[in-house]
């Protein structure tokens, strides 16, 4: 019976501590989710730092990557420093903080290269056709600021591909995605100068006053999600001509033509396109 009674005493403490743990997760994630909310809003009241649209797509991945990046703590301080400027000097801010974040973790990509030279791994092997499909899945599943990232992405594959393929290491995947991000530069570019300039044709030049009244009474919170795609961004636009304003649940609708997004992102997608092109036209008037 007395085993039997601290067994049980020992139970109720384990769960004790757990219920704690927890607690206090939530806490943090609560303020950290809190954090990430302000800061977006600072950076939205400086059209998230874009001079004309045209980097619309590179400065909203930037902000996507600082809030998860970033501490609490230093998210806060760079928020403060934003709100505290004005014009372009809020703009010089921001774009130190990413390509100072930038330069580190290149840095730290160099000193895992060096290690796995070192140890005698080759740094660049075949990859497969379902390897790369596999690297492409994990990066949109691991994004900047996850703990040991590369060796995350580099075991996904490993796990998913057919078990006769090579097994990869971080410094192998860092290698691949650059190449892959080389690759792609000249699509990538493309997509950022374009979307905002067919928006606003296609879309604002037509009918702004009833996409942002419409967009207004859906939620506004954004949470952390990835760069949209060109392809994603030519989905949205043809969901916002199959289904105009008078449509019944309209952005549920249009969330289900983009399997990879939200009813919220959607709309706050538009919200922030429909933002530059007024910032556009008051620039003109």
């Not at 004790?16 to 977006?40: D, G, L």
Request: aromatic share 6%.
């Amino acid at each position: 019976l007395f085993r039997s009674s601290v067994k049980l005493e020992e139970e109720a403490q384990i769960k004790e501590e757990a219920a704690a743990k927890k607690k206090e997760r939530e806490a943090k994630k609560k303020v950290s989710k809190k954090e990430r909310k302000a800061f977006r809003a600072a950076c939205q009241v400086h059209g998230n730092f874009s001079l004309d649209g045209a980097d619309l797509g590179q400065r909203l991945e930037d902000v996507d990557y600082l809030c998860l990046a970033l501490s609490v703590e230093k998210l806060c301080e760079l928020r403060k420093s934003i709100e505290n400027c004005e014009g372009s000097a809020a703009r010089d801010v921001f774009l130190k903080w990413v390509k100072t974040l930038r330069e580190e973790e290149l840095k730290k990509d160099e000193i895992l290269k060096s290690k796995s030279e070192s140890s005698g791994k080759a740094e660049v092997r075949v990859w497969t056709v379902e390897q790369r499909q596999l690297l492409v899945k994990a990066v949109k599943l691991y994004p900047p600021g996850t703990i040991d990232r590369y060796e995350v992405i580099a075991e996904f594959i490993n796990s998913h591909a057919a078990a006769e393929s090579e097994k990869k290491v971080g410094s192998e995947v860092i290698t691949q995605i650059k190449l892959l991000q080389s690759a792609d530069s000249a699509l990538k570019d493309q997509v950022n100068r374009t979307a905002f300039q067919r928006f606003d044709k296609e879309h604002m030049s037509k009918s702004d006053v009833a996409t942002a009244a419409a967009a207004e009474h859906e939620p506004t919170q954004r949470y952390d999600l990835q760069p949209w795609t060109g392809e994603e961004q030519k989905l949205l636009e043809e969901a916002l001509k199959a289904f105009p304003a008078s449509t019944p649940d309209r952005w549920d609708r249009i969330a289900e033509k983009l399997a990879r997004r939200t009813k919220k992102e959607c709309v706050q997608r538009c919200k922030e396109l429909a933002k530059l092109v007024q910032v556009k036209r008051a620039r003109k008037t």
